[in-house]
């Protein structure tokens, strides 16, 4: 069974950094694209940051560009957002999302159970 | 970008009825890469369809999935009252948008 764990969620400052990690098992981890979706309380899903199974290409949504930072070490079989430049609009809940290839077109077959981001002086 | 239209915004109904749900996207969703989730309260969302209408693994045949182009149905048969939650759907062809979400609720 796949499953998907986050950490390092958590508060932090208007202008301050948090990391988060998301940590697979049941897969053969670098054949899967990866994505973090947050959740604004009483909203829906937006799509934030994906990665190749590789590691090779990434991308961003235009919301979180030139702030935040998708990796992974496979060899962990783990995913990282580095979230710099924190905005009080960043507060959500941030999924972690496992893709059904290694790259697109993929959908989200499995999914954390969310790792909460507040941000707030 | 794709944007995804959902209706109604709420959807009111009792267990054992029909549910309809739309989905409506502003330009062709290529090769019908759309998928829809069920969400609960608390809980992360889940992959109900994909590929507008191949139901993934473990969901009930009571969901179905249908359309193509810029129309796409989600259909629940018959309401169970673990059905009651939000719906999204979501274009991955080109993008990676949500739609804003149906909610069933009990009436």
């Known amino acids: 069974e796949v499953q998907v764990l986050e950490s390092g969620g958590g508060l932090a400052q208007p202008g301050g950094s948090l990391r988060l990690s998301c940590v697979a098992s049941?897969?053969?981890?670098?054949?899967?694209?990866m994505s973090w979706v947050r959740q604004a309380p009483g909203k829906g899903p937006e799509w934030v940051s994906a990665i190749t199974g590789d590691g090779g290409d990434t991308f961003s949504a235009d919301s979180v560009k030139g702030r935040f930072t998708i990796f992974r070490d496979n060899s962990k079989k783990t995913l990282y957002l580095q979230m710099n430049s924190l905005r009080a609009e960043d507060t959500a809940v941030y999924y972690c999302?496992?893709?059904?290839?290694?790259?697109?077109?993929?959908?989200?077959?499995?999914w954390g159970q969310g790792a909460l981001v507040t941000v707030s002086s | 970008e794709i944007v995804l239209t959902q209706s109604p915004g709420t959807l009111s109904l009792s267990p054992g009825e029909r549910a309809t749900l739309s989905c409506r996207a502003s330009?062709?969703?290529?090769?019908?890469?759309l998928a829809w989730y069920q969400q609960k309260p608390g809980q992360a969302p889940r992959l109900l369809i994909y590929?507008?209408?191949t139901r993934a693994t473990g969901i009930p045949d009571r969901f179905s999935g249908a359309g193509s182009g810029t129309d796409f149905i989600l259909t629940i048969s018959r309401l169970e009252p673990e059905d009651f939650a939000v719906y999204y759907c979501?274009?991955?062809?080109?993008?990676?948008?949500f739609g804003p979400g149906t909610k069933v609720e009990i009436k």
């Open positions: 590929g507008a209408s």
């Open positions: 979501q274009s991955y062809a080109d993008s990676r948008t």
């Open positions: 049941g897969l053969e981890f670098s054949s899967y694209a």
């Open positions: 330009q062709s969703v290529r090769n019908s890469y």
């Open positions: 999302a496992k893709g059904s290839a290694a790259s697109r077109p993929y959908f989200f077959d499995s």
